[in-house]
């Protein structure tokens, strides 16, 4: 069964940046027609999707919220995808989902989900 | 951006009745909505895509419904395992893909 581990820092210091890697097993992320997203969620609030990016590592997308401060890959070596959100704010601070759609990012929803990261930003 | 809209943000009901959640978008994302339920502490989970199609293995008492920019999800007879946060989500458009507000459910 397919399952999904985010890892990285707890606690990040404003102005540095966030980076989180989300470990997938039970399943090959070196997959046709998968995309790869993360997701996060303040606490107490609602859910802002953060990107997606392709098993092959393009294309990818990204909200145009965040676009400049962004970027997501994937080591398939590893089986791994990444997310670094640089210049955090306290406005970060959330929990980080790994995510995977069931196909392409604009034609599926996310099916599997790993169990989320809390990152506080603070000094 | 499309904005999703979610009714009502909070939604208090008992055991066994009939719950209807509504979503409304800003703009036609024809049937590429999803549902998702959330307990406290834990990941989403996706219930309806495609508006209608209910995932493996989730219960047969949820059913979705709509298309264009009103769409619904209805718990036929709520059991003590629904009460929870309930978000929709558009997949029509990447730029940026959204989910609405959420709606939570809770005893009455």
């Known amino acids: 069964q397919l399952q999904l581990q985010e890892s990285g820092p707890g606690l990040v210091k404003p102005s540095e940046t966030l980076s989180l890697t989300c470990t997938v097993s039970g399943g090959s992320i070196d997959s046709s027609y998968y995309y790869w997203g993360w997701i996060r969620q303040p606490p107490g609030k609602g859910l802002e999707w953060i990107g997606s990016i392709y098993y092959s590592g393009s294309p990818y997308y990204y909200n145009p919220s965040l676009k400049s401060r962004v970027s997501i890959s994937v080591d398939k070596a590893k089986n791994q995808f990444s997310l670094k959100l640089s210049s955090v704010t306290a406005a970060d601070t959330a929990v980080y989902y790994c995510?995977?759609?069931?196909?392409?990012?604009?034609?599926?929803?996310?099916?599997?989900w790993g169990r989320g990261t809390l990152v506080t930003v603070s000094s | 951006d499309i904005q999703m809209t979610q009714s009502p943000s909070t939604l208090s009901a008992s055991v066994g009745d009939r719950v209807t959640i509504t979503c409304r978008a800003s703009?036609?994302?024809?049937?590429?909505l999803a549902w998702y339920q959330q307990k406290p502490g834990q990941a989403p989970k996706l219930l309806i895509y495609k508006a209608a199609t209910l995932e493996s293995g989730v219960p047969s008492r949820f059913s979705g419904s709509g298309s264009g920019t009103e769409f619904t999800v209805t718990i036929s007879s709520l059991q003590p395992d629904d009460f929870a946060t309930y978000y929709c989500q558009q997949y029509n458009s990447y730029s940026p893909l959204t989910f609405g507000g959420g709606t939570k459910v809770e005893i009455k």
């Open positions: 995510a995977r759609h069931t196909g392409t990012v604009s034609t599926t929803p996310l099916n599997h």
């Open positions: 703009q036609s994302i024809s049937s590429w």
